[in-house]
């Protein structure tokens, strides 16, 4: 089956440090990778993909890179900032022909930046 | 920027009682789907809808789960007989088509069971 494993949290760091945040999959097929971003008391929000190996899905300043031979799509960013403080979850696709596939989730990080 | 919402945000219920959960979709969205997360779990694909049926379902989504397209803008989860848990944040997504991989996730809805 599909499995997605990401690193446990909390993360902490302070403003304008690095992050890393590690995501590795298992799949049958060829899945689509997604990282979603919940900020405190708000649904899942979209914050990149990407789609087919070697992509890679940028947004906000956060990259991710679809290795298909490490099967991973770690998520960074150059310099955090207090905003960038939520959990965040990785997360494939498995297309099945039918058109409505449910993703599969990682059990989410949560990431917290100090001034 | 079109949303999808959800009804209620929190919801609180004796165990054995129906609960419906509320979601309206995006306006022009094809795909709907329904995900739970139980405290400090991941977030686990219930069941997914098209064209007023469902398209694939999870092993959570058992004879107590039903859900509906019940006019041109709801969709809702029913629990027809809640046990203790049922208790998570319930997530309503959607998605224009078969090929738009994003799904768009509305804020969710607490669901208590005492």
């Known amino acids: 089956g599909n499995s997605v494993t990401q690193m446990e949290g909390p993360v902490t760091l302070s403003e304008e440090a690095f992050l890393t945040i590690n995501c590795t999959y298992t799949?049958?097929?060829?899945?689509?990778l997604f990282w979603y971003v919940q900020y405190p008391g708000e649904g899942l929000q979209l914050l990149l993909k990407?789609?087919?190996?070697?992509d890679k899905g940028s947004n906000k300043g956060f990259e991710a890179t679809y290795r298909k031979e490490t099967t991973s799509f770690h998520l960074e960013k150059g310099s955090v900032q207090v905003s960038d403080s939520a959990v965040y979850f990785c997360?494939?696709?498995?297309?099945?022909?039918?058109?409505?596939?449910?993703?599969?989730f990682g059990k989410g990080t949560h990431l917290i930046i100090q001034p | 920027e079109p949303e999808v919402t959800q009804t209620p945000s929190h919801q609180v219920t004796q165990m054995g009682q129906e609960v419906i959960l509320r979601c309206v979709p995006i306006?022009?969205?094809?795909?709907f789907y329904w995900y739970r997360q139980i405290l400090g779990q991941k977030v686990e694909f219930l069941v997914s809808?098209?064209?007023?049926?469902?398209?694939?379902k999870s092993e959570i989504f058992d004879d107590q789960f039903s859900v509906e397209r019940p006019d041109g803008s709801n969709f809702t989860l029913k629990i027809r007989s809640t046990k203790l848990e049922d208790s998570a944040m319930y997530f309503c997504?959607?998605?224009?088509?078969?090929?738009?991989?994003?799904?768009?996730f509305g804020p969710g809805t607490r669901l208590l069971v005492l």
């Open positions: 997504a959607s998605t224009g088509t078969a090929g738009e991989e994003t799904q768009y």
């Open positions: 799949a049958t097929g060829y899945p689509s």
């Open positions: 990407a789609t087919k190996a070697d």
């Open positions: 997360a494939l696709s498995v297309r099945s022909g039918g058109g409505a596939d449910g993703l599969t």
């Open positions: 306006s022009n969205h094809l795909y």
């Open positions: 809808f098209y064209n007023n049926e469902i398209s694939e």
